[in-house]
């Protein structure tokens, strides 16, 4: 696994880009378009690192039991279903195997109950 970007989940995301892109100097990397919503990737120009702003709006239905609070580590993998499998062998909680954003991807959480992302390198 690699660490693909992190997920803020925010009241506004053109609120928030305009902050990190004016106020803290990075770039807008990328905007997708969800249901009618921003979600706005930003991040370093020289970096791959990213920020995803995901409007809380958005997540009304949140099936994936995502505590809003805490930001989502999205991770990249290689092998979706081996790793699934391996964290399911390893006892940790997952969710199913689902598309978001046109992406497969499944959500795990730690011992503490937060939930990360983990989805195929596109």
């Not at 081996?82 to 909680?93: C, D, K």
């Not at 978001?100 to 992302?117: I, M, V």
Request: negative net charge.
């Amino acid at each position: 696994m690699r660490v693909g970007y992190v997920v803020l989940y925010v009241k506004d995301s053109d609120a928030c880009l305009e902050f990190w892109t004016k106020k803290v100097g990075m770039v807008l990397k990328g905007t997708t378009d969800v249901a009618g919503h921003a979600l706005h990737k930003v991040g370093f120009a020289d970096q791959e690192f990213s920020f995803e702003l995901v409007p809380l709006a958005l997540m009304k239905d949140n099936p994936d039991n995502l505590d809003l609070a805490t930001p989502s580590i999205a991770f990249y993998v290689d092998d979706l279903a081996s790793m699934y499998e391996t964290l399911q062998a390893n006892g940790v909680a997952t969710s199913e195997i689902a598309e978001h954003s046109g992406k497969q991807s499944f959500a795990f959480s730690d011992n503490e109950n937060r939930w990360f992302a983990v989805l195929v390198h596109a």
